[in-house]
Protein backbone atom coordinates (compact mmCIF):
# COMPACT_ATOMS: atom_id res chain seq x y z
CA UNK A 1 0.00 0.00 0.00
CA UNK A 2 1.18 3.82 -0.58
CA UNK A 3 2.28 5.62 2.17
CA UNK A 4 0.08 8.51 3.31
CA UNK A 5 2.35 11.94 2.47
CA UNK A 6 3.97 13.31 5.89
CA UNK A 7 3.31 17.18 7.16
CA UNK A 8 6.21 18.13 9.20
CA UNK A 9 4.36 20.74 12.00
CA UNK A 10 7.16 22.78 13.69
CA UNK A 11 6.75 25.20 16.70
CA UNK A 12 9.36 27.64 17.94
CA UNK A 13 10.68 28.56 21.03
CA UNK A 14 8.18 28.79 24.63
CA UNK A 15 5.23 27.09 22.18
CA UNK A 16 6.43 24.03 24.69
CA UNK A 17 4.59 25.92 27.33
CA UNK A 18 1.62 26.58 24.94
CA UNK A 19 -1.48 26.82 27.66
CA UNK A 20 0.47 27.96 30.66
CA UNK A 21 1.92 31.04 28.71
CA UNK A 22 0.19 34.45 28.51
CA UNK A 23 -3.04 32.25 28.15
CA UNK A 24 -5.25 35.83 27.11
CA UNK A 25 -2.75 35.96 24.15
CA UNK A 26 -2.40 32.39 22.70
CA UNK A 27 -5.41 30.65 24.82
CA UNK A 28 -5.30 27.63 27.52
CA UNK A 29 -5.03 24.64 25.04
CA UNK A 30 -1.59 22.98 24.78
CA UNK A 31 0.67 21.92 22.36
CA UNK A 32 -0.54 18.03 22.91
CA UNK A 33 -3.56 19.61 21.89
CA UNK A 34 -2.53 21.15 19.05
CA UNK A 35 -0.71 17.98 17.68
CA UNK A 36 -3.81 16.13 18.59
CA UNK A 37 -6.05 18.30 16.51
CA UNK A 38 -3.04 18.48 13.51
CA UNK A 39 -3.63 14.81 13.19
CA UNK A 40 -6.86 14.04 13.41
CA UNK A 41 -7.51 16.41 10.27
CA UNK A 42 -4.33 15.18 8.76
CA UNK A 43 -6.37 10.74 8.78
CA UNK A 44 -9.16 12.89 7.34
CA UNK A 45 -6.93 14.03 4.00
CA UNK A 46 -5.65 10.82 4.00
CA UNK A 47 -1.53 12.41 5.31
CA UNK A 48 0.35 11.53 8.05
CA UNK A 49 1.98 14.13 10.49
CA UNK A 50 5.05 14.90 12.66
CA UNK A 51 4.70 17.36 15.36
CA UNK A 52 8.53 18.79 16.73
CA UNK A 53 8.99 21.86 19.07
CA UNK A 54 12.68 22.78 19.74
CA UNK A 55 13.68 26.28 21.53
CA UNK A 56 16.36 26.32 19.35
CA UNK A 57 16.86 27.91 15.97
CA UNK A 58 20.03 24.99 15.12
CA UNK A 59 17.90 22.32 15.89
CA UNK A 60 14.80 23.80 13.82
CA UNK A 61 17.27 24.21 10.90
CA UNK A 62 18.30 20.35 10.98
CA UNK A 63 15.04 19.41 10.99
CA UNK A 64 13.92 21.28 8.02
CA UNK A 65 17.05 20.62 6.39
CA UNK A 66 16.25 17.05 6.91
CA UNK A 67 12.15 17.29 5.93
CA UNK A 68 13.35 17.44 2.19
CA UNK A 69 13.81 13.67 1.62
CA UNK A 70 11.61 12.49 3.84
CA UNK A 71 8.12 14.84 4.16
CA UNK A 72 6.13 16.66 1.24
CA UNK A 73 5.28 20.06 2.99
CA UNK A 74 5.99 22.15 6.08
CA UNK A 75 3.23 23.74 8.73
CA UNK A 76 5.71 26.05 11.14
CA UNK A 77 5.43 28.74 13.63
CA UNK A 78 8.66 29.68 14.12
CA UNK A 79 7.37 31.91 17.21
CA UNK A 80 9.94 34.81 17.85
CA UNK A 81 12.33 33.47 15.50
CA UNK A 82 10.44 34.39 12.70
CA UNK A 83 11.03 38.14 13.29
CA UNK A 84 14.94 37.41 13.88
CA UNK A 85 15.90 34.61 11.94
CA UNK A 86 17.51 34.41 8.32
CA UNK A 87 18.77 31.26 9.11
CA UNK A 88 15.49 29.17 9.48
CA UNK A 89 14.39 31.30 6.06
CA UNK A 90 17.30 30.36 4.03
CA UNK A 91 16.17 26.38 5.50
CA UNK A 92 12.89 26.51 4.42
CA UNK A 93 13.95 27.63 0.76
CA UNK A 94 16.26 25.50 0.73
CA UNK A 95 13.65 22.84 1.25
CA UNK A 96 11.67 23.72 -1.86
CA UNK A 97 8.76 22.62 -0.22
CA UNK A 98 5.16 23.95 0.43
CA UNK A 99 5.38 25.84 3.38
CA UNK A 100 2.41 27.49 5.82
CA UNK A 101 3.23 30.06 8.31
CA UNK A 102 0.92 30.09 11.45
CA UNK A 103 0.80 32.17 13.96
CA UNK A 104 -2.20 31.68 17.16
CA UNK A 105 -2.07 35.90 17.47
CA UNK A 106 -2.76 38.38 15.23
CA UNK A 107 0.90 39.32 14.86
CA UNK A 108 -0.34 42.96 13.29
CA UNK A 109 -2.41 43.79 15.89
CA UNK A 110 0.48 43.67 18.37
CA UNK A 111 4.23 45.14 19.47
CA UNK A 112 5.75 46.45 15.86
CA UNK A 113 8.20 43.69 16.34
CA UNK A 114 6.20 41.44 15.21
CA UNK A 115 5.31 43.17 11.96
CA UNK A 116 7.38 41.63 10.24
CA UNK A 117 8.19 37.97 9.57
CA UNK A 118 11.58 36.50 7.52
CA UNK A 119 8.93 33.39 7.04
CA UNK A 120 6.41 34.94 5.23
CA UNK A 121 8.76 36.35 2.77
CA UNK A 122 9.10 32.76 1.77
CA UNK A 123 5.69 31.18 2.82
CA UNK A 124 3.32 29.99 0.34
CA UNK A 125 0.60 31.01 2.81
CA UNK A 126 0.34 32.74 5.96
CA UNK A 127 -2.54 32.45 9.11
CA UNK A 128 -2.23 34.78 11.72
CA UNK A 129 -4.85 35.74 14.48
CA UNK A 130 -7.33 32.21 14.58
CA UNK A 131 -5.94 30.64 17.64
CA UNK A 132 -4.45 27.23 17.26
CA UNK A 133 -7.14 26.04 14.52
CA UNK A 134 -4.81 27.67 12.44
CA UNK A 135 -2.79 24.87 12.31
CA UNK A 136 -5.86 22.42 10.91
CA UNK A 137 -6.18 25.13 8.20
CA UNK A 138 -3.12 24.67 7.25
CA UNK A 139 -2.79 21.19 7.33
CA UNK A 140 -5.98 21.30 5.05
CA UNK A 141 -4.49 23.81 2.15
CA UNK A 142 -0.98 21.81 2.33
CA UNK A 143 -3.00 19.31 1.42
CA UNK A 144 -4.87 20.97 -1.91
CA UNK A 145 -1.17 21.84 -2.80
CA UNK A 146 0.44 18.83 -2.12
CA UNK A 147 -2.21 17.09 -4.53
CA UNK A 148 -2.19 20.00 -7.20
CA UNK A 149 -0.83 19.06 -10.73
CA UNK A 150 0.95 22.57 -11.14
CA UNK A 151 2.73 22.51 -7.54
CA UNK A 152 6.54 23.90 -8.60
C1 LIG B 1 3.61 33.67 17.87
C2 LIG B 1 3.79 35.19 17.74
C3 LIG B 1 5.24 35.57 17.98
O1 LIG B 1 5.40 36.97 17.84
C4 LIG B 1 5.66 35.17 19.37
O2 LIG B 1 7.02 35.46 19.59
C5 LIG B 1 5.37 33.73 19.67
C6 LIG B 1 4.12 33.16 19.20
C7 LIG B 1 2.13 33.26 17.72
O3 LIG B 1 1.89 32.08 17.54
O4 LIG B 1 1.23 34.11 17.82
O5 LIG B 1 6.11 33.08 20.38
O6 LIG B 1 4.32 33.05 16.82
Redesign the pocket.
Known amino acids: MKQAPRILVLN????NLLGVREPD??GSQTLADVGKRCRDVAKTLGLAVDCKQSNCEGELVEWIQKSRKTHSGIVI????Y??TSVAIMDALKLSDLPIIE??????HA?EEF?HYSYVSAIADGVI?GLGIEGYEYAIQHLSKLIKSPNRK
Open positions: GPNLIYNAAASHVHISNVRRC
